[in-house]
């Protein structure tokens, strides 16, 4: 069975430090790599993909992607109280169908 | 332009009966997705559909019923709730039929509550 495992935290970081998520996947195969944020009592909300082995970096956020250790991070620089969420890793599988993580929660405090 | 709406946003129900949530999108994506979301299990997928008329299971399909009949609607029915299945229910599109670049987009989520 194809998994995707994330610490469930929280990961609590004082604000302007920077945030560390991480998640490891089973199916190594897996091409396509995504990061959502969940706000609670919110529906999970895109913020990154990653498909290439390296870093991809949108704004404050750095998807880093390890194909050959099955391992994808998330960094989130000058991390804000806003970010304090769920962050959700999921992984394509067949048929357009995500795995997800039990997801990783975040506290940031001021 | 409201993308994923999903109705109701919170239902209460009794144990044994029918309920149907619906899900409606605007974008005329041709994956449409049924997740349930509980704590200590993350989001599990319910069933999905292709498109028009083709629908699958997912992980956790034992009591849902699905149908799609047109590309904007995915109804998702509990045919006799049970309390088990009381959870957060979420829908989601993804605009491509396939390749890597598979980004499915969330609707705002119905509480369902079964007593």
């Known amino acids: 069975q194809k998994e995707v495992e994330q610490n469930s935290g929280p990961l609590s970081v004082p604000e302007g430090a920077i945030a560390s998520l991480n998640c490891t996947y089973s199916d190594r195969g897996s091409q396509s790599f995504f990061w959502y944020r969940q706000y609670s009592g919110k529906s999970p909300e895109l913020i990154m993909s990653i498909y290439s082995n390296g870093d991809k970096e949108d704004g404050r956020f750095t998807a880093q992607l390890n194909k050959a250790s099955q391992y994808v991070s998330l960094l989130i620089r000058d991390s804000q109280p806003s970010d304090s969420a769920t962050y959700l890793c999921?992984?394509?599988?067949?048929?357009?169908?995500?795995?997800f993580g039990a997801g990783t929660r975040l506290a940031v405090h001021p | 332009d409201a993308g994923i709406t999903q109705s109701p946003r919170y239902k209460i129900t009794e144990t044994g009966r029918q309920v149907t949530l619906m899900c409606h999108q605007t974008w005329s994506h041709s994956y449409m997705f049924w997740y349930r979301q509980d704590l200590g299990h993350g989001l599990r997928l319910i069933y999905y559909s292709a498109a028009a008329d083709i629908t699958d299971k997912g992980e956790v399909p034992d009591g849902y019923v699905v149908s799609r009949s047109k590309t904007e609607n995915f109804p998702l029915t509990l045919e006799s709730a049970t309390r088990s299945q009381t959870s957060v229910y979420f829908c989601?599109?993804?605009?491509?039929?396939?390749?890597?670049?598979?980004?499915?987009?969330f609707g705002p989520g119905t509480r369902l509550t079964v007593l």
């Open positions: 999921a992984v394509l599988g067949g048929y357009n169908k995500l795995i």
């Open positions: 989601a599109t993804s605009p491509l039929t396939s390749g890597l670049y598979n980004e499915q987009f």
